[in-house]
Antibody
Framework: EVHLVESGGDLLQPGGSLRLSCAAS????????MTWVRQAPGKGLEWVST????????FYADSVKGRFTISRDNSKNTLYLQMNTLRAEDTALYYC????????????WGQGTMVTVSS | DIQMTQSPSTLSASVGDRVTLTCRAS??????LAWYQQKPGKAPNLLIY???TLENGVPSRFSGSGSGTEFTLTIGSLQPEDFATYYC????????FGLGTKVEMK
């Protein structure tokens, strides 16, 4: 069974840093592009970042460009999101998801990990 | 950037109703459009991709149509488990979600 499990969420102060992880199982991780999507409390979905299966192609939303870094370790079946210079508006539930080919819709989602940025 | 506009923001309906949700793109996205269903406290679930292709396991009462800038999601006969929020998403140029349509019980 395909499974994505996010971890690393925390409560931290503005300006802080955090690394999220997404552990994948039940499929050939190295064959799939992966993505991060966030959802602020009571709000809609916001695409954050996507990385190709090989890790060569990377895309960011303007709201996180220069502050967040997506990466993956295909040997560990794990996706990462390094989040720096965090702001209150980054407070959200962060989901990881698989990306359908070629770089399409988001097929399988994890349950999310909560990041709260507050002083 | 491509903007996605969903209407209505809230739709009140009864079990058995035929329901139609609308999504408009700010520019031509061909058929690079997906629909997701999200229930409270749960992750989103992919329903339809490429505007009209039903994801595996999704009931046939769900259907999608449209191309270019105008798209619709139709639920043929609303079931109790269909009360949820629905999001459209374009993936023609990066990825953008609409703000969602909440389908609530009348």
């Amino acid at each position: 069974e395909v499974h994505l499990v996010e971890s690393g969420g925390d409560l931290l102060q503005p300006g802080g840093s955090l690394r999220l992880s997404c552990a994948a199982s039940g499929f050939t991780f190295s064959n799939y592009a992966m993505t991060w999507v966030r959802q602020a409390p009571g709000k809609g979905l916001e695409w954050v970042s996507t990385i190709s299966a090989s890790g060569i192609s990377i895309f960011y939303a303007d709201s996180v460009k220069g502050r967040f870094t997506i990466s993956r370790d295909n040997s560990k079946n794990t996706l990462y999101l390094q989040m720096n210079t965090l702001r209150a508006e980054d407070t959200a539930l962060y989901y990881c998801a698989t990306v359908g080919p070629p770089l399409g819709a988001f097929d399988i989602w994890g349950q999310g990990t909560m990041v709260t940025v507050s002083s | 950037d491509i903007q996605m506009t969903q209407s209505p923001s809230t739709l009140s309906a009864s079990v058995g109703d035929r329901v139609t949700l609308t999504c408009r793109a700010s520019q031509n996205i061909s058929t690079w459009l997906a629909w997701y269903q999200q229930k409270p406290g749960k992750a989103p679930n992919l329903l339809i991709y490429k505007a009209s292709t039903l994801e595996n396991g999704v009931p046939s009462r769900f259907s999608g149509s449209g191309s270019g800038t105008e798209f619709t999601l139709t639920i043929g006969s609303l079931q109790p488990e269909d009360f949820a929020t629905y999001y459209c998403q374009q993936y023609n140029s990066y990825w953008t979600f609409g703000l969602g349509t909440k389908v609530e019980m009348k």
